[in-house]
């Protein structure tokens, strides 16, 4: 099945401790981002990867830190959370531009006290 | 950085009526997208729009790329309690560097009354 995953689903942790959440897809897709859900804000895009070794920054980057080693795979990094990064976040991918069809992730529940 | 401006915020409608939304912006885009987010999932996307005045449909749902650039326009026709959910426009900006990224409009959020 055609999928978009993300681990953890749901996480509580306190300021400046390290985190990642991963972001995996099985489609082949070149284009992944990460994206941050808040009430009244929509979503908000936090960085973007065009293809492997090939990032960039969305709209709120600050505090945020991605990779994409691999096609598949853009893990986003928390280096030091502040209870601020405490929002749903999403992963997604698309087959090559980022405005035809994406595919989000179920989303991943972060809380930072 | 650019948010759109949704309207309404959310709607509590009868089921059986049509249901229109609007999204817009201070800047261009030469591309609007709308999706439909169900509790507890991501959003899915629902219809794209590529060119100034086009009109689409997938379904029971049209939209429609305003001729300015800067605006869009999504109707529901005789709305069903599967309908509920927070719809999201988005949109790419067309200037040089943009890159690839989506701009989501702030969202409304439809209830469906039985």
């Known amino acids: 099945e055609a999928q978009v995953t993300q681990n953890p689903r749901y996480l509580i942790t306190v300021t400046g401790k390290k985190l990642t959440v991963t972001c995996s897809q099985n489609m082949n897709h070149e284009y992944m981002s990460w994206y941050r859900q808040d009430p009244g804000l929509g979503l908000r895009q936090i960085y973007y990867?065009?293809?492997?070794?090939?990032?960039d920054k969305g709209d709120v980057p600050e505090g945020y830190k991605v990779s994409r080693k691999e096609k598949r795979n853009f893990p986003l990094i928390l280096e030091s959370p502040s209870p601020n990064q405490t929002s749903l976040y999403f992963c997604a991918s698309s087959l090559v531009t980022g405005w035809d069809t994406q595919y989000f992730g179920p989303g991943t529940r972060l809380t930072v006290l | 950085g650019q948010q759109l401006n949704q309207s309404p915020q959310s709607m509590f409608i009868q089921e059986g009526e049509d249901v229109s939304m609007n999204c817009t912006s201070s800047?261009?885009?030469?591309?609007w997208l709308w999706y439909k987010q169900e509790p507890g999932e991501g959003p899915v996307l629902l219809i794209a729009l590529y060119k100034a005045g086009e009109l689409t449909s997938n379904g029971r749902l049209t939209a429609q790329f305003g001729i300015t650039r800067k605006d869009s326009f999504l109707n529901i026709s005789a709305s069903i309690p599967s309908d509920v959910g927070i719809y999201f426009c988005?949109?790419?900006?067309?200037?040089?560097?943009?890159?690839?990224?989506?701009?989501f409009g702030t969202g409304t959020q439809l209830k469906v009354e039985l």
């Open positions: 988005a949109g790419r900006l067309t200037h040089t560097g943009g890159g690839n990224k989506l701009t």
């Open positions: 990867s065009m293809n492997v070794e090939v990032t």
């Open positions: 800047s261009i885009f030469n591309t």
